[in-house]
């Protein structure tokens, strides 16, 4: 049973900065490609955000690329979402998982909220 935590959102004013946090366990981290998802106000849908290979490589949709920037410490078990420039449409509450849904299941963590108003 995998299981993620996320953590570093909070309340920012526009064109600032946040850095998310996710540290998982239940799988072998270091082998699975993970993902930081975001569900905004108002939508049933994730979408996803960005992914990142086992091997490093980033991908990020069209919204937040040259913005955020995702990484991974794989001694630490650990994926970051550094978010610089925030916009308002930034706003959702941000989970990351593993991508592969033979890995994760229907498991889904708390999700870490962000905010951007001012």
């Known amino acids: 049973q995998v299981h993620v935590v996320e953590s570093g959102g909070g309340l920012v004013q526009p064109g600032g900065s946040l850095n998310l946090s996710c540290v998982a366990s239940?799988?072998?981290?270091?082998?699975?490609?993970m993902a930081w998802y975001r569900r905004a106000p108002g939508n049933q849908q994730r979408e996803v955000v960005a992914?990142?290979?086992?091997?490093?490589?980033?991908g990020y949709i069209d919204s937040v690329q040259g913005r955020f920037t995702i990484s991974r410490d794989n001694a630490r078990d650990t994926v970051y979402l550094q978010m610089n420039s925030l916009k308002p449409e930034d706003t959702a509450v941000y989970y990351c998982?593993?991508?592969?849904?033979?890995?994760?299941?229907?498991?889904w963590g708390q999700g870490t909220q962000v905010t951007v108003s001012s």
């Open positions: 239940g799988a072998i981290f270091m082998l699975n490609p």
């Open positions: 998982n593993f991508i592969k849904t033979e890995v994760r299941g229907a498991y």
């Open positions: 992914t990142i290979t086992s091997g490093g490589k980033p």
